[in-house]
């Protein structure tokens, strides 16, 4: 039985508390190091008790320093800041990291976890997003993994065992369409952020909740594909599958599709990554296929969903692309839900940044993280001058 050494990016997120609660079940089998999130005390101090790891981090600095003193009694090290959380990524003794940590603010730990040639746990899509042509070079170097836990990226892992590459033909990944998949266009401009927030199939963080409703987490998750699985975006493929059972698939040369399906439960595809490559029990709940009313899919609605066929081309431009439009998207999704734009505006701050962008085609760290910042700055600009609600 081998025991894993952890380190959790983000464990007060939905991800990361998923995570905690499949290690729960699981003691023997994993030791958490470290647990690192953004402002969250009283639950990170919640889950120091229950898994007593040697290190905490809080990347906002008050709140650590409030962290420190509830916890100044405890054998633990309390970290803060940005280049701490990266810290933890490549502490000695650590097997795997789960990076939970929601936009692109958790690439530079992935990039570290794949430098020191650590298992990447990986549930921050925007790492690859961004981070992407960075990624490949250093997995070839240290022979680090990346495993999945996006769920429609472990389906498609799943998938892929049943052949070999060259007789792949495409991948297909299954969206939900979100909660506006039947609103007509025209209604989009009346979305309230509580609308937009109810998510008919999953429960997640309200990035990800406002990512799903304007199918720029599909999008995202085009340009994850491509990079995680090394796939040319002519083999990548859309479908709309509302009940969220399909979690994605593969086709082969022979015209056989293998999907993965299950009930829509992130602890999943969790499990799946953290125990790889062993198959695991687990009481989540089995599939009752018999009293399911029916599984449907539907092609994407490019022009009432702008921002799924932007981030192809994004993925086709390459280079920092990709970086400027997920920083565009980050800064308006953060402003709609504070009321300041309308969910519409959205995509459009997304296309108006990218319409101007200069792409840098082979870039280096610094090339990412200057396309990031200069898509934020123009972003923000943009929402100032857009009229709102
Ligand atoms: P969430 O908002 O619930 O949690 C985000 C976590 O990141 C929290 O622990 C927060 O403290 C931390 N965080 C926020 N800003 C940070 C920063 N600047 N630096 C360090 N930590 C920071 O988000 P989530 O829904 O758990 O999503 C996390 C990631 O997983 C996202 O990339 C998302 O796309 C991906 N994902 C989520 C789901 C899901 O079901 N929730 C499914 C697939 C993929
Ligand atoms: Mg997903």
Redesign the pocket.
């Known amino acids: 039985m081998t025991v894993r050494n952890l380190t959790v990016?983000?464990?007060?997120?939905?991800?990361?508390r998923a995570t905690l609660e499949v290690i729960s079940k699981h003691p023997r089998r994993f030791v958490i190091r470290a647990l690192?999130?953004?402002?969250?005390v009283d639950l990170l101090v919640e889950q120091y008790h229950a898994f007593r790891p040697q290190y905490l981090c809080l990347?906002d600095r008050e709140k650590s320093l409030e962290l420190k003193n509830r916890l100044r009694d405890e054998p633990v090290e309390i970290l803060a800041g940005?280049t701490d959380?990266v810290r933890l990524a490549s502490l000695d003794g650590v097997d795997m990291v789960v990076n939970?940590?929601?936009?692109a603010?958790?690439m530079l730990a992935s990039l570290e976890t794949v430098r020191k040639g650590r298992a990447l746990a990986l549930?921050?899509?925007?790492s690859l997003v961004c981070g992407g042509p960075l990624f490949a070079p250093l997995m070839k170097t240290t022979g680090a993994k990346i495993l999945p836990?996006?769920?429609e990226h472990s389906a498609i892992w799943q998938a892929l065992a049943c052949g070999r590459e060259n007789e792949i033909r495409r991948i297909i990944i299954t969206g939900s369409g979100g909660p506006f998949r039947r609103l007509p266009l025209d209604k989009f401009d009346e979305i309230t952020v509580e609308q937009a927030l109810s998510h008919p199939t999953?429960k997640?963080?309200?990035?990800?909740t406002i990512?799903s409703a304007t199918l720029v987490?599909k999008g995202l998750e085009v340009i994850e594909a491509a990079i995680l699985f090394s796939m040319p975006l002519e083999k990548i493929r859309v479908v709309i599958h509302p009940q969220s059972i399909v979690h994605s698939m593969v086709e082969f040369i022979d015209s056989s599709v293998i999907a993965q399906m299950s009930r829509p439960d992130?602890r999943l595809p969790i499990t799946y990554a953290l125990f790889w490559p062993e198959r695991i029990e687990s009481d989540f709940g089995t599939l009752d296929l018999g009293r399911l009313a029916e599984l449907t899919f539907e092609e994407p609605d490019f022009k009432k969903f702008r921002a799924l066929p932007i981030a192809f081309d994004v993925a086709r431009i390459g280079g920092t692309a990709p970086a400027a439009y997920n920083a565009a998207n980050e800064i308006a999704v953060g402003a709609f839900l504070e009321g300041g734009l309308k969910f519409s505006q959205i995509t459009e701050i997304i296309e108006k940044v990218l319409s101007d962008f200069n792409v840098v085609s082979e870039p280096n760290l610094d090339d990412i993280l200057s396309a990031d910042k200069n898509a934020r700055q123009r972003a923000r600009k943009l929402v100032e001058k857009l009229p709102c609600c």
């Not at 939970?100 to 936009?103: F, H, K, P, Y």
């Not at 549930?123 to 925007?126: L, P, R, V």
């Not at 997640?204 to 990800?208: A, C, D, S």
């Open positions: 990016l983000g464990s007060t997120g939905s991800i990361g690192a999130a953004f402002s969250n990347v940005e959380l939970a940590v929601v936009g603010a958790g549930a921050n899509k925007e836990v996006d769920s999953w997640m963080g309200p990035k990800i990512d987490n992130m």
